[in-house]
C-alpha cells in the first residue's frame, strides 16, 4: 500500500517561511515523477511545482516563481516544498502528488495560512 503523508504546514506571518514534506512509502519514490498542488477556498486547485526521479524541477505559477523550491531525498523517500517570502494569497491546502503510467496517489494535505 502506497502512501504519502505529508507535514510542516502552519501559520506563518507574511514574509515568513516553511517547508512542506512529503514522505512516500513503497517503492513508487525513485521512479515516479512528484509534485505539489494547492488549493485555496473557493478555488481551483493549481499546479504549483513538480519533480522528476532525477530531480529536474519546474514551479508552475508566476506568483511563486522565485520564492518556492523543490527538492527530493532519494534516501528519504521524500519531498520538499520551500516557501520562502510568503504573501497572504500563499494561503491554501497543499498536497503533494505522484503518478505514474498506472498509479496516482496523493497526500492528506496539508494547511499554509499566511496571515499576520
Known amino acids: 500500500q502506497v502512501q504519502l503523508v505529508q507535514s510542516g504546514g502552519g501559520l506563518v506571518q507574511p514574509g515568513g517561511s516553511l517547508r512542506l514534506s512529503c514522505a512516500a512509502s513503497?517503492?513508487?519514490?525513485?521512479?515516479?515523477?512528484m509534485g505539489w498542488y494547492r488549493q485555496a477556498p473557493g478555488k481551483e486547485r493549481e499546479l504549483v511545482a513538480t519533480?522528476?526521479?532525477?530531480?529536474?524541477?519546474?514551479i508552475f505559477p508566476d506568483s511563486v516563481k522565485g520564492r518556492f523550491t523543490i527538492s527530493r531525498d532519494n534516501a528519504k523517500n521524500t519531498v520538499y516544498l520551500q516557501m520562502n517570502s510568503l504573501k497572504p494569497e500563499d494561503t491554501a491546502v497543499y498536497y503533494c502528488?505522484?503518478?505514474?503510467?498506472?498509479?496516482?496517489?496523493w497526500g492528506q494535505g496539508t494547511q499554509v495560512t499566511v496571515s499576520s
Open positions: 513503497g517503492n513508487i519514490f525513485r521512479i515516479n515523477p
Open positions: 502528488r505522484s503518478w505514474g503510467s498506472a498509479s496516482d496517489y
Open positions: 519533480i522528476t526521479n532525477s530531480a529536474g524541477s519546474t
